[in-house]
């Protein structure tokens, strides 16, 4: 999938007069995974929406390489190959009978032929290691399941932004680790990963860029600096990611720093540091043997 540049200028969005982005700015880095940040009601489903097209802004613009958003239907239709947005609960979004038929809905109304199709559903379905369920009827699976079913489905389509609400929300440990390995396939197949989350530990584990929600418009860079600002991230009702919080009251240097290994890493780092010292002090302060 070539790389596109998805990005907002100045976006305005307000519902009964109260305004929910405002004069919002956001890069999403091509080919890479941004991290969308928020507490509850601050927005995030609605920039998704509003980045899919699904939303149109009453302000700014979202644009594909430098492109405004055309909100005629062949521009949506032209937007929705570009980017695609798998709501957070897959029952907004599944429909037909069976696995097949949901995911290759998208591809059949691209007016695609039938292998083309068909190797679509194929290869969307290995991405979310859901081949077996092909056949089976939507309403006999688990939330997670569905959750795959609805991704393929959007999968279908190649997208080169893959936009997804809350998508580790509702699934176990074990859920939330093929989740993850389904937006690496994604990654190497050269799609742009976009989540919604507030799940700030998660968010600094796995994104390459974060950007938070903050009285309607996005702080963004590097989840490291963005997540230990305490300031920005208690604006933003959110907490800090406990390995950072670690960090800050053992004083150990939290560059680098995003998940319980890479903490463990620079505790060592620096209590190694403080053990050894001493002992090779002690070691050069030994009396040496009498020469000769
Ligand atoms: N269609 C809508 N009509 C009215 N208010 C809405 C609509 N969609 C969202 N809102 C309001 O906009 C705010 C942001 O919602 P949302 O984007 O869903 O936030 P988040 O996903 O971060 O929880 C909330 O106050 C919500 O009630
Ligand atoms: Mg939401």
Request: net charge negative.
């Amino acid at each position: 999938m070539s790389h596109r540049h998805l990005a907002a200028r100045g976006l305005g969005v307000s519902f009964e007069g109260r305004a929910v982005l405002q004069g919002l700015d956001l890069d999403v880095p091509s080919g890479r995974r941004l991290a969308l940040l928020g507490a509850n009601g601050s927005g995030k489903t609605t920039l998704l929406r509003t980045l899919s097209g699904a939303q149109r802004p009453a302000a700014g613009a979202v644009l594909v390489d430098d492109v405004p958003t055309d909100y005629g239907r062949r521009g949506l239709r032209e937007h929705r190959q570009v980017v695609q947005l798998v709501a957070q609960n897959p029952d907004d979004q599944l429909f037909a009978a069976d696995v097949f038929r949901d995911v290759s809905f998208g591809p059949l109304n691209l007016g695609l032929p039938e292998e083309q199709v068909r190797a679509r559903v194929e290869d969307a379905l290995a991405v979310l290691s859901i081949e077996d369920l092909a056949d089976r009827p939507i309403h006999e699976l688990s939330f997670g399941q569905r959750k795959r079913v609805a991704i393929a489905g959007a999968l279908a389509m190649r997208p080169c932004v893959m936009l997804l609400d809350e998508p580790t929300a509702g699934l176990d440990p074990q859920g939330v680790d093929e989740m993850v390995g389904a937006l690496e396939a994604m990654l190497a197949a050269r799609t742009t990963v976009v989540i919604a989350t507030h799940d700030v530990d998660f968010a600094l584990a796995w994104a390459d860029a974060v950007a938070v929600l903050r009285r309607g418009a996005a702080v963004s860079g590097p989840p490291g600096d963005v997540l230990s600002d305490a300031a920005l991230v208690g604006e933003a009702r959110l907490r800090q990611p406990l390995v950072l919080q670690t960090a800050s009251r053992l004083g150990v240097d939290a560059r680098g720093v995003r998940d319980v290994d890479s903490l463990a890493a620079a505790v060592r780092r620096r209590f190694d540091g403080a053990l050894s010292a001493p002992a090779r002090d002690e070691a050069s302060a030994r009396p040496r043997p009498p020469e000769g």
